[in-house]
C-alpha cells in the first residue's frame, strides 16, 4: 500500500503565503507525477499544479506566477508554495501521486486526504 501525507494548511490573510507538503511512503518502487489538486465547494476539483519526476511543471492558469511545486525525489515528497494567496485559492488542496510499487510492479494512482486551505479577505 502508498500513503500521502499532506501537512501545512491553515487559515491566512489575502496576500499572504503558505506552504503545503506531501509525503508518500510505503510499497515504492518509483514516483513518476506528483501534484496538487484543490476542491472548492460547489466546484470540481482541478489541478493546480504538477511537477514529473525530471522536474518538468505545469500550472493552472489561476496561480501561475504565484504558486511554485517542487519535489524533493530523495523524501518522496512533493511541495506547493502558495504566494499572494486570494481568497479565491479557498479549498482542500489534496496530494496526488502516480507511483509504481514493489513486486509487484503495479501503476497506482494515489490521493493524499486533503489539507484545508482558507484565505481571508
Known amino acids: 500500500q502508498v500513503q500521502l501525507v499532506e501537512s501545512g494548511g491553515g487559515l491566512v490573510q489575502a496576500g499572504g503565503s503558505l506552504r503545503l507538503s506531501c509525503a508518500a511512503s510505503g510499497s515504492i518502487f518509483s514516483i513518476n507525477a506528483m501534484g496538487w489538486y484543490r476542491q472548492a465547494p460547489g466546484k470540481q476539483r482541478e489541478l493546480v499544479a504538477a511537477?514529473?519526476?525530471?522536474?518538468?511543471?505545469n500550472y493552472a492558469d489561476s496561480v501561475k506566477g504565484r504558486f511554485t511545486i517542487s519535489r524533493d525525489n530523495a523524501k518522496n515528497t512533493v511541495y506547493l508554495q502558495m504566494n499572494s494567496l486570494k481568497p479565491e485559492d479557498t479549498a482542500v488542496y489534496y496530494c496526488?501521486?502516480?507511483?509504481?510499487?514493489?513486486?509487484?510492479?503495479?501503476?497506482?494512482?494515489?490521493w493524499g486526504q486533503g489539507t484545508l486551505v482558507t484565505v481571508s479577505s
Open positions: 511537477i514529473t519526476s525530471g522536474g518538468s511543471t
Open positions: 496526488n501521486a502516480v507511483v509504481i510499487t514493489n513486486g509487484p510492479e503495479v501503476r497506482l494512482d494515489a
